[in-house]
Protein backbone atom coordinates (compact mmCIF):
# COMPACT_ATOMS: atom_id res chain seq x y z
CA UNK A 1 0.00 0.00 0.00
CA UNK A 2 0.98 3.68 -0.73
CA UNK A 3 2.07 5.58 2.61
CA UNK A 4 0.72 8.81 3.29
CA UNK A 5 2.36 10.85 5.86
CA UNK A 6 1.17 14.57 6.45
CA UNK A 7 3.49 17.22 8.58
CA UNK A 8 2.74 18.57 10.75
CA UNK A 9 0.39 16.97 12.92
CA UNK A 10 -1.04 20.37 14.84
CA UNK A 11 -0.37 23.34 13.57
CA UNK A 12 -1.20 27.03 15.44
CA UNK A 13 -1.90 29.77 13.72
CA UNK A 14 -4.02 33.19 13.57
CA UNK A 15 -6.92 34.09 11.88
CA UNK A 16 -5.38 35.68 9.11
CA UNK A 17 -2.00 33.94 8.53
CA UNK A 18 -1.49 31.91 5.47
CA UNK A 19 -1.36 27.89 6.38
CA UNK A 20 0.85 25.48 4.28
CA UNK A 21 0.36 21.67 5.10
CA UNK A 22 2.15 18.99 3.78
CA UNK A 23 1.41 15.73 2.74
CA UNK A 24 4.30 12.85 1.26
CA UNK A 25 3.37 9.87 -0.64
CA UNK A 26 5.92 7.19 -0.65
CA UNK A 27 6.04 5.87 -4.28
CA UNK A 28 4.49 8.12 -6.92
CA UNK A 29 0.75 8.84 -7.43
CA UNK A 30 1.34 11.49 -10.33
CA UNK A 31 -1.51 14.17 -9.71
CA UNK A 32 -4.11 11.67 -8.15
CA UNK A 33 -4.14 13.50 -4.19
CA UNK A 34 -7.55 14.96 -2.77
CA UNK A 35 -7.64 17.19 0.37
CA UNK A 36 -10.21 16.94 3.11
CA UNK A 37 -11.61 19.02 5.65
CA UNK A 38 -13.16 17.26 8.37
CA UNK A 39 -14.81 19.53 11.30
CA UNK A 40 -15.42 17.44 15.49
CA UNK A 41 -18.51 15.90 14.92
CA UNK A 42 -19.01 16.17 10.87
CA UNK A 43 -17.99 14.13 8.28
CA UNK A 44 -15.18 14.95 5.27
CA UNK A 45 -15.53 17.23 2.72
CA UNK A 46 -13.40 16.95 -0.41
CA UNK A 47 -11.73 20.38 -0.40
CA UNK A 48 -9.37 19.79 -3.70
CA UNK A 49 -8.93 16.99 -5.96
CA UNK A 50 -6.40 15.61 -8.88
CA UNK A 51 -4.09 17.78 -6.30
CA UNK A 52 -5.13 21.20 -7.44
CA UNK A 53 -8.48 21.32 -8.62
CA UNK A 54 -11.22 23.41 -6.18
CA UNK A 55 -14.13 21.54 -5.41
CA UNK A 56 -17.24 23.52 -6.64
CA UNK A 57 -17.97 25.78 -3.45
CA UNK A 58 -14.97 25.59 -1.68
CA UNK A 59 -13.81 29.14 -1.28
CA UNK A 60 -10.75 30.65 -3.42
CA UNK A 61 -8.57 30.84 -0.21
CA UNK A 62 -7.82 26.91 -0.48
CA UNK A 63 -5.42 25.90 -3.51
CA UNK A 64 -3.86 22.51 -3.98
CA UNK A 65 -0.36 22.06 -5.75
CA UNK A 66 1.96 19.10 -6.27
CA UNK A 67 2.59 16.27 -8.48
CA UNK A 68 4.45 12.71 -8.06
CA UNK A 69 5.32 12.80 -4.11
CA UNK A 70 5.31 15.75 -2.83
CA UNK A 71 2.15 18.03 -2.19
CA UNK A 72 0.76 21.10 -0.41
CA UNK A 73 -2.76 22.50 0.88
CA UNK A 74 -2.44 26.41 1.18
CA UNK A 75 -4.90 28.34 3.08
CA UNK A 76 -3.73 31.60 1.94
CA UNK A 77 -5.56 33.70 4.88
CA UNK A 78 -7.18 31.81 7.71
CA UNK A 79 -10.74 32.50 8.20
CA UNK A 80 -12.42 31.09 11.85
CA UNK A 81 -14.31 28.21 10.00
CA UNK A 82 -11.27 26.85 9.16
CA UNK A 83 -9.82 25.49 11.90
CA UNK A 84 -10.26 21.90 11.55
CA UNK A 85 -8.53 18.41 10.71
CA UNK A 86 -7.73 18.14 6.96
CA UNK A 87 -6.95 14.88 5.24
CA UNK A 88 -5.12 13.92 2.37
CA UNK A 89 -5.93 10.78 0.08
CA UNK A 90 -4.33 9.32 -2.48
CA UNK A 91 -6.49 7.72 -5.34
CA UNK A 92 -3.80 6.42 -7.72
CA UNK A 93 -4.69 3.26 -10.00
CA UNK A 94 -1.37 1.31 -9.48
CA UNK A 95 -2.21 1.00 -5.50
CA UNK A 96 -4.74 -1.52 -4.72
CA UNK A 97 -6.05 0.56 -1.79
CA UNK A 98 -6.77 4.14 -1.28
CA UNK A 99 -4.98 5.66 1.92
CA UNK A 100 -5.07 8.80 3.72
CA UNK A 101 -2.90 10.86 5.41
CA UNK A 102 -2.80 10.98 9.04
CA UNK A 103 -4.00 14.35 9.35
CA UNK A 104 -3.42 18.01 10.62
CA UNK A 105 -5.29 19.78 13.19
CA UNK A 106 -5.19 23.60 13.03
CA UNK A 107 -5.77 25.01 15.48
CA UNK A 108 -6.07 28.68 17.36
CA UNK A 109 -3.09 29.99 18.56
CA UNK B 1 -30.81 18.06 -1.94
CA UNK B 2 -28.29 16.16 -3.04
CA UNK B 3 -27.18 14.18 -0.05
CA UNK B 4 -26.62 10.81 1.83
CA UNK B 5 -28.55 9.82 5.07
CA UNK B 6 -26.95 6.65 7.32
CA UNK B 7 -28.90 4.96 10.18
CA UNK B 8 -28.60 6.21 13.23
CA UNK B 9 -25.59 5.03 16.22
CA UNK B 10 -25.55 1.06 17.59
CA UNK B 11 -24.63 -0.25 20.37
CA UNK B 12 -24.26 -3.82 20.23
CA UNK B 13 -22.92 -6.62 22.37
CA UNK B 14 -19.77 -8.50 21.22
CA UNK B 15 -20.48 -11.01 18.77
CA UNK B 16 -23.66 -10.03 17.75
CA UNK B 17 -24.52 -8.47 13.32
CA UNK B 18 -25.03 -4.70 12.97
CA UNK B 19 -26.00 -3.20 9.39
CA UNK B 20 -25.66 -0.06 8.39
CA UNK B 21 -27.94 2.42 5.79
CA UNK B 22 -27.15 4.61 3.82
CA UNK B 23 -29.68 6.28 1.49
CA UNK B 24 -28.97 8.68 -0.98
CA UNK B 25 -31.49 11.15 -2.50
CA UNK B 26 -31.04 14.08 -4.88
CA UNK B 27 -28.85 12.58 -7.60
CA UNK B 28 -29.31 9.02 -9.76
CA UNK B 29 -28.17 6.69 -7.30
CA UNK B 30 -26.89 4.19 -9.91
CA UNK B 31 -24.31 6.65 -11.17
CA UNK B 32 -21.79 6.87 -8.68
CA UNK B 33 -20.34 3.88 -6.48
CA UNK B 34 -20.56 4.09 -2.61
CA UNK B 35 -17.52 3.63 -0.46
CA UNK B 36 -17.61 2.82 2.69
CA UNK B 37 -14.76 4.11 5.10
CA UNK B 38 -13.93 3.63 9.21
CA UNK B 39 -12.79 6.22 11.54
CA UNK B 40 -12.08 4.80 15.03
CA UNK B 41 -12.13 7.14 17.59
CA UNK B 42 -9.52 9.76 17.97
CA UNK B 43 -8.09 8.28 14.96
CA UNK B 44 -7.81 8.63 10.79
CA UNK B 45 -9.44 7.58 7.76
CA UNK B 46 -9.70 4.16 6.83
CA UNK B 47 -11.04 2.89 2.79
CA UNK B 48 -13.02 -0.09 3.68
CA UNK B 49 -13.53 -0.58 0.02
CA UNK B 50 -16.67 0.02 -2.28
CA UNK B 51 -19.88 -1.27 -4.03
CA UNK B 52 -21.18 -1.15 -7.50
CA UNK B 53 -24.35 0.28 -7.49
CA UNK B 54 -25.03 -0.84 -11.20
CA UNK B 55 -24.12 -4.47 -10.19
CA UNK B 56 -24.18 -4.52 -6.94
CA UNK B 57 -20.95 -6.31 -6.63
CA UNK B 58 -18.92 -5.59 -3.58
CA UNK B 59 -15.15 -5.00 -3.22
CA UNK B 60 -13.26 -5.44 0.02
CA UNK B 61 -10.07 -4.01 0.52
CA UNK B 62 -7.35 -6.23 3.08
CA UNK B 63 -8.61 -5.99 6.60
CA UNK B 64 -12.08 -6.03 6.01
CA UNK B 65 -12.68 -9.74 4.66
CA UNK B 66 -14.92 -11.88 6.14
CA UNK B 67 -17.37 -10.20 8.38
CA UNK B 68 -18.01 -6.99 6.52
CA UNK B 69 -20.45 -7.04 3.88
CA UNK B 70 -21.89 -4.35 2.07
CA UNK B 71 -25.40 -4.95 -0.38
CA UNK B 72 -27.73 -2.52 -1.59
CA UNK B 73 -31.40 -2.19 -2.41
CA UNK B 74 -31.83 0.07 -5.50
CA UNK B 75 -35.47 0.21 -5.26
CA UNK B 76 -34.97 2.71 -2.21
CA UNK B 77 -31.43 4.12 -3.50
CA UNK B 78 -30.03 2.76 -0.14
CA UNK B 79 -26.63 1.19 0.47
CA UNK B 80 -26.06 -1.13 3.63
CA UNK B 81 -23.19 -2.00 5.43
CA UNK B 82 -23.03 -5.24 7.41
CA UNK B 83 -20.88 -6.38 10.47
CA UNK B 84 -20.78 -9.61 11.68
CA UNK B 85 -19.14 -11.42 14.88
CA UNK B 86 -18.55 -7.96 16.45
CA UNK B 87 -15.48 -6.97 18.11
CA UNK B 88 -14.36 -4.33 20.48
CA UNK B 89 -12.25 -3.10 18.53
CA UNK B 90 -14.40 -2.66 15.11
CA UNK B 91 -16.17 0.64 17.55
CA UNK B 92 -15.95 3.01 15.10
CA UNK B 93 -17.44 5.44 13.30
CA UNK B 94 -18.72 4.45 9.66
CA UNK B 95 -19.38 6.69 6.76
CA UNK B 96 -20.78 5.95 3.33
CA UNK B 97 -19.34 8.23 0.66
CA UNK B 98 -20.04 8.69 -2.70
CA UNK B 99 -17.18 7.95 -5.41
CA UNK B 100 -16.25 10.29 -7.67
CA UNK B 101 -13.53 8.65 -10.66
CA UNK B 102 -13.18 5.26 -11.11
CA UNK B 103 -13.10 3.28 -7.48
CA UNK B 104 -12.98 -0.46 -9.29
CA UNK B 105 -9.56 0.60 -9.82
CA UNK B 106 -8.80 2.41 -6.82
CA UNK B 107 -8.75 5.59 -8.62
CA UNK B 108 -11.65 7.94 -7.08
CA UNK B 109 -11.43 10.17 -4.41
CA UNK B 110 -15.28 10.95 -2.18
CA UNK B 111 -17.21 13.73 -3.13
CA UNK B 112 -20.03 13.50 -0.88
CA UNK B 113 -20.37 11.88 2.25
CA UNK B 114 -23.29 10.11 5.00
CA UNK B 115 -23.69 12.20 8.39
CA UNK B 116 -21.58 9.04 10.16
CA UNK B 117 -23.19 5.88 12.16
CA UNK B 118 -21.33 5.62 15.37
CA UNK B 119 -21.17 1.42 16.08
CA UNK B 120 -20.06 0.48 19.89
CA UNK B 121 -19.52 -2.99 20.34
CA UNK B 122 -19.19 -3.23 24.05
CA UNK B 123 -21.20 -5.64 26.47
Known amino acids: DIQMTQSPSTLSASVGDRVTITCRASQSISRWLAWYQQKPGKAPKVLIY???SLQSGVPSRFSGSGSGTEFTLTISSLQPDDFATYYC???????????FGGGTKVEIK | QVQLVQSGSELKEPGASVKVSCRASGYTFTTYSISWVRQAPGQGLEWMGWINTNSGYPTYVQGFTGRFVFSLDTSVNTAYMQITSLKAEDTALYYC????????????????WGQGTLVTASS
Open chain 1, 50 to 52: EAS
Open chain 2, 97 to 112: ARGRGFCSSSNCYFDL
Open chain 1, 89 to 99: QQYNSHSPKLT
